[in-house]
């Protein structure tokens, strides 16, 4: 007997293939660039999230899971019978028909893999509105710096025999120590803007203005209330969507040890054959699958577990940083302050010539130290303070 499929019900849902090639010069040079002018935070995360390929990459790794499970296809058979009549038989799968049994496992697996695509979408969506929001306030806070001064010129001194002739080249090496931490901070500065570029997808190519966030700490440290950090971090999210998917493998694995009921209507020559045979088959072996699927759904539980642990002392841990890192940057900043005023002293002590230049001179190096040891604290103060309000599952996005 021959066995066809129903081939126009299948060539009126085809798919026709269409080409999308791949151009490296092309993701550089074609890169949609931000918008101009000064861009604020909130449009520098909407513009990402319409732009950015990662997040843009999830969509289609959520669209790609097909949650529309078609029953079983309904196979027909055409031949001739032992009596070399004419014979059509239909074989049909009732359970897959009807959505229960292995389909509606299948379905309800589907969906659970959909949900586990799009929480992974939107954990990188808030990592990456979080990473802005970090480039933000690292330009914020290079930029109000304050550059320390500490110019001196050792000349007159020398000449005047005050200062030995090595005084000009212990000078020049400090106000090139000086040079440095102003290269260092253009460094960062520009690092930084190359780093919001690629979270905006654009290319290094392009710039971008930042818009300022406000002069305070910002965001607001996150309260310590460990429901609400369960509630707002989308790494767990993520885990229990994937805990979902664990559960939907052992639901199918359970639904796969029944029977399936096959039923095989037949029109031939003989009418009285009409209804064919019913076909049961029995699945070998799939208590195993089920079992394995059980403890693999019993694993993804677990480690949900671990995760909420680990998330709780995470959100803690970050806070305690983060105080720690503010009040390192408010003792350097105290200090070099304070070196500052050192060096004003040690400057005018040595004019009215009651001071030594050796104090000039290490007071000098002081303020660089300083400078470059608050550049250092302010900016450990700032990815303390976003990864403790990340921790507590900030940003939370509409």
Known sequence: MIRVLPLLLLLGACVHYHAAPVDMEATVLEAPAPPGGAL?????????????????ALRKRAAAVNVSVPPEPPEVEAGIDSD????????????????????????????ARRNEAWMAHHQRARE????????????????SLPMPEATFDPA????????????????????????????????????????????????????????APPDAP??????????????ARADLQRRLASYEVAEGEFRRAVAEQYPALVVSPSVGGDPTGFFGAVTVTLPIGASKEARAAEAARDA??????????????????ARHQAEAAAATL???????????????????????????????VFSVEGVVDAAAAEREA???????????????????LP
């Open 330 to 360: 408010m003792a350097a900043t105290m200090r070099r302050a304070a070196q500052e005023e050192i060096l004003r002293t040690a400057m005018a002590e040595l004019e009215g010539r009651s001071g030594s230049f050796l104090d000039v």
């Open 84 to 111: 070399r009549n004419p014979e059509l038989v239909l074989v049909l799968d009732v359970f897959s028909l009807l959505g229960t049994g292995r389909r509606g496992a299948v379905k309800a697996l589907a969906r």
């Open 300 to 317: 993804a539980r677990l480690e949900l577990e671990g995760a909420v642990l680990d998330g709780l002392r995470d959100a803690e841990a």
């Open 218 to 231: 910002w965001p607001e440290p996150p309260p310590a209330d460990w429901r609400q950090v369960l509630k």
């Open 40 to 56: 604020p935070y909130e449009k520098a995360v909407e513009w990402a999230v319409l732009h950015n390929p990662d997040l843009l």
């Open 378 to 396: 302010a900016l450990d103060e700032v990815r303390a303070r976003l990864a403790a309000a990340r921790a507590a599952g900030w940003p939370v």
């Open 156 to 211: 007159p001194y020398v000449r005047a025999g005050f200062a030995p002739a090595s005084a000009e080249s212990v000078m020049r090496a400090t106000a090139e120590a000086l040079k440095a931490e102003a290269r260092r901070r253009e460094a960062e500065r520009a690092s930084n803007r190359l780093a919001l570029l690629r979270l905006l997808g654009a290319s290094s190519l392009a710039s971008v203005e930042i818009a």
């Open 128 to 143: 990456i509105a979080a990473e802005i929001a970090e480039a933000y306030e690292v330009e914020r806070v290079l930029a």
